[in-house]
Structure formats: C-alpha cells, structure tokens
C-alpha cells in the first residue's frame, strides 16, 4: 500500500515537471536550429571572403606589373589628348592646346608615376611636316630626329602611299638610332601602335609607348612618344600606382574592404595589417 502510494507521488511529481519539459524543448531546438544556420551563414560569408580576398590579390598583383601600369596610364593620356585636339585643334589655338596638355600629364603621369620623358607631335597634313609642340624637358638632343621618327611611324602604319622609298630609307635609319635597336623599325611602326615596347633611348633601357590620332576637321595627326628607364623605381612605382587604384576601386564598392600594407622595398617587414583604404591620405 505504501510502495503504491510512493509510485503514485512519483509519477505526480514527473507528470507535474512535463509541461516544463516540453516548454523548453521548442526552445532548446530553436536555438540549437539558429546556431546551425547562423554557422552557415557564417561559414557562407567566409568562403566569399575568401573568394574576394584571393580575386582582389590576383588583380592588385596582376594590377602592379609596370607594363600593365604603363599601358593603362598612357591611354588615359592618349583620351584626354583626344579631347583636348577635339577643343583646340584651330592654327590660333596652339598655346591653349599646350597648356592643356601640360596640365593633364603633370596630372595623369604623378607621383608614384616614375622620372620619365613625355614628347607630342603635330603632323601636318598640307605639307608633310611635324611639329614637336610639347615636351615635359629640355635636354633633347634633336628635334629633328624626334620629329622625323614620329613621322616615320605615323606614315608607315597609316601605308602611306605618298611616302618616298627614300624618305623611307632616311626615316628608318633615324628611328633605328633614336630607339638604339637592330630590328627592322618598320615592324615597330606597323605592330607596336600603343602598345608597350621597349627601346634603348640615350643608351639606356627604356619602356616606349607611342600612338597617335588624325584630327577630321584639319586632317592633321596629333601623337605622342612616352619613354620610361627600366629600373627597379619602376618596379616600386608599379605597386603603389596598383595600390592607389586599389583605394579608388574601394571608394565605388557598397561594402567596407579592411587595406593592408605590403613591402614593398628589401628590409621594410612582412606584411601588416592597417586601416582601411577610406583613411590612407590622397
């Protein structure tokens, strides 16, 4: 009688805790569910870190070869001399045109830009002849043989069928001198088009990049000749202007991207961690 009465009490007392039980067990599988999907979504949002980290490494590597920074920077100066021709391009417009141009390639070829040698050409289209109106220095050895390589590589892309075989012979010699190569000038002339080659300019290795355009209201072509010594300042140079386009990619994005320093010269460390881009000084 006694042991039924204490398995009854028993039974009471576990029935009476079942309500609390089965309370707690919604709760306890609701936070156990938000664990698990907060673990995936946090597992989600790592991987894409990851991905972007890796994806923004690759370009900003990519992005620091001087090649690249060479080739990207002389086309941004090869639209603004598009524009500029378009505005002045009139005979009593010279002086302005100059000015332009000075202001867009002390602008557009800055620092980290290295040390380099930026020449612009006028071809005239009534008497064959050129014009160097712009150049960032003064010690050029000839005029003549910088006008007279533009032309040749003006004239030889454009086939120009009013190209004398000996102005040609003349031509490719000179240009022959001034870039300080043995090849045949004219596969320069015909395939190298704004595209970044290199040359031995003042006996010394140079990247060389050149292009032009034809002005359709006077006919006349504009161009220009940028040379840069191959050196280890270019080297630097390519990773801080990648580094620079790397601020200005962040500053266009929605989401917030943490910068980190890199070395960038022998003995400066490894690696560390920094602000973000939004606080690095222009």
């Known amino acids: 009688m006694t042991a039924d009465f204490n398995n009854k009490k028993i039974m009471l007392n576990q029935n009476r805790y079942l309500p609390i039980i089965l309370w707690l067990f919604p709760l306890l599988l609701l936070n156990i569910g938000?664990?698990?999907?907060?673990?995936?979504?946090?597992?989600w949002i790592k991987t894409d870190w990851i991905e972007q980290s890796n994806q923004e490494a690759v370009l900003l590597s990519a992005s620091s070869d001087f090649n690249y920074c060479v080739g990207k920077i002389s086309g941004s100066f090869f639209a603004d001399l598009k524009s500029g021709i378009e505005s002045f391009s009139r005979v009593n417009?010279?002086?302005q045109l100059q000015k332009y141009i000075e202001s867009r390639a002390n602008y557009i070829f800055r620092f980290p830009?290295?040390?380099?040698?930026?020449?612009?050409?006028?071809?005239?289209?009534?008497?064959k002849k050129t014009e160097l109106i712009y150049s960032n220095t003064d010690q050029i050895i000839s005029r003549t043989a910088l006008s007279k390589t533009f032309e040749y590589l003006v004239r030889m892309n454009l086939s120009d069928e009013s190209y004398s075989d000996e102005a040609?012979?003349?031509?490719?010699?000179?240009?022959?001198?001034f870039l300080g190569g043995e090849s045949d000038p004219s596969v320069m002339a015909e395939t190298q088009r704004g595209k970044v080659s290199y040359s031995l300019y003042q006996y010394k290795p140079h990247f060389f990049i050149w292009d032009y355009i034809q002005d359709?209201?006077?006919?006349?072509?504009?161009?220009?000749?940028l040379l840069i010594e191959n050196s280890k300042e270019a080297d630097d140079a390519g990773r801080l202007i990648a580094l620079r386009e790397q601020r200005y990619l962040q500053k266009n994005k929605d989401k917030r991207f943490l910068g980190a320093f890199i070395p960038l010269f022998a003995g400066y460390g490894g690696v560390v961690a920094s602000e973000d881009f939004s606080k690095i000084p222009e």
């Open 216 to 225: 359709v209201k006077s006919g006349d072509t504009f161009g220009f000749f």
């Open 113 to 127: 830009f290295p040390e380099h040698n930026l020449f612009v050409f006028k071809f005239l289209a009534n008497n």
């Open 93 to 95: 417009q010279k002086e």
């Open 34 to 43: 938000w664990w698990v999907f907060s673990y995936i979504d946090y597992r």
């Open 168 to 177: 040609k012979k003349s031509g490719a010699k000179i240009t022959n001198i």
